[in-house]
């Protein structure tokens, strides 16, 4: 069956914001405090906010994950970064683009989105991106919602330090470096632009 692009926006809606919700309660100064209620003591979570956050997408798709994260922090600096893979390279190596980012850049915690992970081209081209402008490794955690093991290999050999928060992992990659099973492009399945 064909799944419309409403369906899609308001089930992939709904897992961005579960998918940011947890990535942001993964930030470092997020730590365990206890809480006393009326019934009782509860162990919760309290953000120490000892560095700024930054949500940084990789442009078109990395945006819808980019506004769940913003919904759930208000004021939360933005930056973006356009890469795009070279569809014509048979490794579907990434072509770097544009990046804008804010001025602080170096000293934030950087949740760094993208709903795929395939080869890991991409994301791995947007952290040397980050590194660059001064962000350290270990201040940069990346999000989305779909990966492979590939491509997660690739991200932790090049950098073991970084966090990594997914909510799938696909069996594999196609011929295409498509993940399989896998739904395709992402942002043309949300954004209603699939041919």
């Not at 078109?60 to 970064?81: C, F, H, M, N, T």
């Not at 991409?122 to 590939?150: D, R, Y």
Request: negative net charge; charged residues 25%; hydrophobic residues 40%.
């Amino acid at each position: 069956a064909v799944v419309s692009t409403q369906s899609t926006g308001i089930y992939a809606d709904r897992l961005t914001t579960i998918l940011a919700e947890e990535a942001l309660s993964r930030v470092p100064s997020v730590v365990p405090k206890q809480i006393t209620t009326p019934c009782g003591i509860y162990m919760g979570l309290n953000d120490c906010k000892d560095k700024p956050l930054c949500v940084v997408s990789i442009i078109r798709s990395g945006d819808i994950l980019l506004e769940a994260v913003r919904k759930l922090e208000p004021g939360i600096r933005v930056g973006k970064i356009l890469i795009q893979r070279d569809e014509e390279d048979a490794d579907k190596k990434p072509i770097f683009f544009y990046k804008k980012l804010p001025a602080d850049i170096s000293q934030c915690y950087v949740l760094l989105v993208d709903p795929m992970l395939a080869t890991g081209g991409s994301a791995i081209c947007a952290i040397e991106t980050l590194i660059a402008e001064g962000v350290k490794v270990e201040n940069i955690m990346f999000v989305n919602l779909f990966s492979c093991a590939e491509g997660l290999i690739q991200i932790q050999r090049k950098f073991p330090e970084i966090n990594v928060v997914t909510l799938s992992v696909d069996d594999t990659l196609n011929e295409d470096k498509f993940l399989v099973p896998g739904l395709g492009d992402f942002g043309d399945r949300y954004y209603g632009t699939n041919h």
